[in-house]
């Protein structure tokens, strides 16, 4: 086993103090449990991948997303000028 030395400003040590007497542990098991779930866990984009699969939904960045935004304004302003919308 490898030894690691961290340098902690006055309130983070504090508060690992704190925790690590809260939870009955030591400093080296509190961060070595850290660590390991930090490290073992996937990552927030390869569980967006797993959903994606698992629900079969699209990739976003290869969807084709049709909108003509200035065909929506043409409509929004031939509504207000035939008097259909109300201007406040």
């Known amino acids: 086993m490898s030894t690691l030395s961290i340098r902690l400003d006055a309130e983070l040590e504090r508060k690992?103090?704190?925790?690590?007497?809260r939870l009955g542990t030591t400093r080296t098991r509190f961060?070595?449990?850290?660590?390991?779930?930090?490290?073992?866990?996937?990552?927030?984009a390869l569980l967006l991948e797993q959903a994606r699969?698992?629900?079969?939904l699209p990739d976003p960045a290869k969807a084709k997303v049709k909108?003509?935004?200035?065909a929506n304004v043409k409509s929004l302003v031939r509504d207000v000028v035939a008097g259909k919308g109300k201007r406040s």
């Open 31 to 44: 961060v070595q449990e850290l660590l390991s779930q930090k490290l073992d866990s996937p990552g927030p």
């Open 53 to 56: 699969a698992e629900y079969r």
């Open 16 to 21: 690992l103090d704190l925790e690590v007497t």
């Open 67 to 70: 909108t003509n935004k200035a």
